[in-house]
């Protein structure tokens, strides 16, 4: 009756926590109950936690950043990588740069995405909103699935400035997609570096300081703000910051279409890691930048309080040489280095370790974080629980055992791991993707681009009731309609 059983496990989901087995036919969960006999092939889980595949819904896989330098790794190795860190899916960036057709930006990472091990889909991001873009080629990507993409307030060739986010969170409410955005104030950041920048103060310890905690904050605000005129969901991605989390804990309680996330680096690093000797601390640095030992316990305690929805890698490899951290010279100014850490791998062995076994939050807490909360923010219904007529991406994870982060363990196209020597409790031994082991025991079972694209539903908004702003309420506005 089933292809594969998986038995005498703990089960975890977001809501509850049991022993049962899980019965598969054809890639997808069909039977948990206490017992099940039989299956073509039984996988003993002998008495270890079975967990919904984790879904990574920030990396930068086969992208180009603004300035034209490629990630280091392409859809095979950081697919390969994200399923030894226990994903079973993931939803990387296709970027646009200004001039593209969102058509011609999907059709290169359709080619791209072909060699993933694991199922994937994209966030667009959007740096041209011309005409076409928004009346004609997002509604079409809408109607493929691809229900969310990623905005910039900072970056010269990237920000949209106010009017351009209007115009596209406008956009995304009237098809029920999510804007994403990086969120820090440009003109704080430029003037940042224009002062540094005149004292000499060049190396990479002073990207730390270059973009102000209050550059966030700023952004945060704003973007909320912008969201709220229109009110049209928005993720903020990234946050870094205690004033930051706050903002969105507070908009949430407010009932804005608010979502957020932070990242393992800002929960684990610190920017005394940036200031390392030589060129060092160039593999530590990352937009928004580490903050302080303060900021980490701050963001811990929206983490356990549910502030964000994920805790996202932002896996963004540049490898540290001329064709990534470099590509402006060995000895070049903070504002030339690449920006961007590895972390697709060790995200959630992080997470597991420094959240569930320090006591910071559940295992049911760890499952919303690394799964089921991305699958139903971004529309993978079949994804990211334990149920039946879900698929069968499962991760089985030993919780007992303790290891050391190493380069070699991250499976990725990389020369550092920002996490290496850290030492780690709780390792992902088996991963199934569909019903297929992909991951055993730290040997890739998985074929180069067995991995599908998932089309995806719209965000689900239950329990957000969003706002209206008097000027736009006909109500209120002399009748006047002004957006959808």
């Keep these: 009756m089933f292809d594969t059983v998986i038995h005498s496990g703990t089960l975890v989901t977001a809501s509850d926590v049991f022993r049962g087995d899980i019965g598969i036919k054809d890639g997808r969960i069909a039977a948990i109950a206490e017992t099940i006999s039989g299956g073509d092939r039984r996988i003993d889980a002998g008495g270890r936690l079975v967990m919904p595949g984790g879904i990574e819904a920030h990396a930068h896989i086969a992208q180009e950043s603004s300035s034209g330098v490629m990630t280091a790794d392409d859809y095979y190795t950081g697919s390969v990588s994200a399923a030894f860190g226990g994903n079973s ?5 296709a970027g646009q740069h200004r001039g593209q057709s969102v058509d011609d930006v999907l059709a290169t990472y359709d080619e791209r995405s072909r060699r993933s091990v694991i199922d994937y889909s994209y966030h667009l ?3 041209d909103p011309t005409e ?8 079409r990507a809408f109607k493929r699935g691809i229900t969310s993409f990623k905005v910039f307030m900072t970056y010269d060739l990237m920000n ?6 209007l115009d596209i969170l406008t956009v995304a409410k009237a098809h029920g997609a999510i804007t994403m955005v990086h969120a820090e104030n440009n003109e704080m950041v430029k003037w940042m570096n224009r002062r540094l920048a005149a004292k000499g103060l060049t190396a990479p310890r002073y990207h730390a300081i270059s973009r102000p905690e209050l550059a966030e904050e700023e952004a945060i605000n704003r973007a909320i703000s912008l969201a709220k ?3 049209a969901p928005l993720f903020i991605v990234h946050v870094s910051t205690a004033g930051g989390a706050a903002l969105v804990q507070r908009a949430k309680l407010d009932g804005v279409k608010l979502f957020a996330e932070t990242c393992p680096q800002y929960l684990a690093l610190t920017r005394d890691d940036l200031d390392r000797p030589g060129m060092e601390g160039a593999k530590f640095m990352c937009s928004p930048p580490l903050r302080d030992r303060e900021t980490q316990q701050a963001l811990w305690r929206h983490v356990q309080s549910g502030t964000f929805e994920s805790v996202s890698s932002d896996h963004a490899p540049y490898r540290y040489d001329a064709s990534g951290k470099f590509t402006a010279g060995p000895d070049a100014p903070y504002p030339k280095i690449a920006n961007g850490m590895p972390g697709i791998a060790a995200r959630l062995p992080y997470l597991f370790s420094e959240g569930v076994v320090a006591g910071r939050i559940s295992l049911k807490q760890f499952v919303a974080l690394s799964a089921t909360n991305a699958a139903q923010t971004f529309g993978m219904t079949a994804k990211g629980s334990l149920a039946p007529g879900m698929d069968a991406d499962i991760a089985i994870w030993n919780p007992d055992v303790t290891r050391k982060v190493t380069l070699a363990d991250q499976h990725d ?3 550092f791991t920002p996490f290496e020597g850290m030492e780690l409790t709780g390792v992902p031994e088996i991963v199934l993707n569909r019903g297929n082991i992909i991951v055993e025991h730290g040997t890739l079972r998985a074929a180069e681009g067995q991995g599908r694209f ?3 539903a719209t965000v689900d908004l239950t329990g957000k009731p969003g706002y209206l702003a008097k000027e736009l309420d006909p109500a209120h506005n002399f009748g006047t309609r002004i957006a959808p």
């Design 89 to 93: 899916s993931f939803i990387p960036f």
């Design 125 to 127: 991001i959007i740096s």
């Design 132 to 139: 076409a873009v928004l009346n004609d080629e997002l509604p």
């Design 160 to 165: 949209l400035g106010d009017g351009g986010m």
């Design 229 to 231: 005129l229109v009110d």
């Design 413 to 415: 196209n990389m020369d």
């Design 454 to 456: 998932v089309p995806r």
